[in-house]
């Protein structure tokens, strides 16, 4: 490795003991230290025997390495194998007064000619370290920050599904199926109203930890989920101060009122969900977790088709009996009950 001339950096990284169905990686990170967000240099071997190298953007954890253009320019990029031996030669266009780069290595199998995910155990994730471009001298990471920004990760993804993703579908459930009984009185308003704040509290906090993950991955480009996960704050908000201007249940304005918070509601249910679910296609954990989530969306659906049908099928008994005009409109949130509280 050396500098060829100010801003080019010419590198070769060998990494021995490497076979055939394998691939090998070096990559400069250029913000920080850890996986996402590096730049990456990729070679291996393919069945003709031909060296492919190419260049790949790191933007998520156990990523396959799709060819992309990198933050900086790279030229000359090659690579030799031979006696399992893979060599990576490039020339990286870097800024002026750089001395400092923060490396990370890898090397994984092939599933046919595309590269797999590396294991996720041991050296795997303790590959990166800090090269001086000046005295030579390098040091290895234990992996410690970058275990640190990976539960950064995953607290912000539970806190996002407990909240946006669950919390707030069993408050709809309730404000639409509880009120029907009688003897639920005032008491489902409350619990609605309790689910949905403690709900937007908890989901205000993922979000937070969201954008300051978004601010230290510079290099990291999730633009749709960062503005679903924008979209979503904000109507939750709108939902959260609703609350302050709710119209009496007999008001004139109370009809449209209630179109407006029963459509921003199923909108930010509908957006959180989505969004979960491309949380989980970006950080990828086990698929224990995304199989546990999907499991509590399935039971909170069956349990609302359940309701309903029951809700439905008490409307039309009470109508038969002749109380079924204040049923029906609880039913359809355009009134409240005795206590004069509605959704």
């Known amino acids: 490795m050396k500098l060829a001339q100010a801003g080019k950096l010419e590198i070769g990284y060998r990494q021995t003991r490497v076979s055939s169905a394998q691939w090998v990686s070096w990559a400069v990170n250029p913000t920080e230290q850890g996986m996402v967000g590096s730049q990456a240099l990729v070679a291996y071997r393919q069945p ?181 996960g924008i979209v979503i704050f904000c109507l939750g908000t709108l939902q959260a101060f609703a609350l302050l201007l709710r119209p009496k249940p007999d008001h004139k304005y109370r009809i449209y009122w209630n179109f407006y918070h029963h459509s921003v509601g199923y909108a930010t249910i509908i957006l959180s969900i989505i969004n979960i679910y491309r949380g989980f296609n970006i950080l990828k954990p086990d698929n224990k977790w995304k199989q546990a989530y999907t499991g509590c969306i399935i039971v909170l659906v069956c349990v609302a088709v359940v309701l309903e049908i029951f809700t439905w099928a008490l409307v039309i008994k009470r109508k038969k009996s002749g109380s079924g005009d204040k049923i029906s409109q609880s039913v359809n949130g355009s009134n409240g009950n005795n206590s004069g509280q509605g959704v």
Request: hydrophobic content about 40%; overall charge positive.
């Open 48 to 228: 003709d025997g031909k060296i492919r190298a190419y260049t790949s953007p790191i933007t998520q954890y156990q990523t396959t390495l799709a060819e992309g253009n990198l933050a900086f320019d790279v030229s000359d990029l090659t690579a030799t194998y031979a006696n399992n031996e893979m060599i990576i030669f490039a020339t990286l266009g870097l800024q002026n007064g750089t001395t400092t780069l923060h490396q990370v290595w890898q090397q994984g199998p092939l599933s046919g000619n595309v590269p797999a995910i590396h294991s996720t155990t041991g050296p795997n994730v303790q590959s990166m370290g800090t090269l001086n471009l000046f005295s030579g001298q390098t040091a290895t990471s234990s992996g410690g920050a970058a275990n640190s920004k990976l539960r950064k990760r995953n607290i912000h993804g539970v806190l996002n599904a407990v909240s946006w993703g669950l919390l707030m579908p069993i408050g709809v459930i309730i404000a639409r199926y509880l009120k029907v009984f009688k003897s639920a009185g005032p008491a489902w308003f409350y619990l609605h109203v309790s689910c949905q704040l403690s709900a937007y509290i908890v989901g205000v906090a993922g979000w937070a930890t969201g954008i300051k993950l978004g601010s230290e991955s510079v290099g990291v480009v999730l633009k749709t989920h960062r503005t679903l």
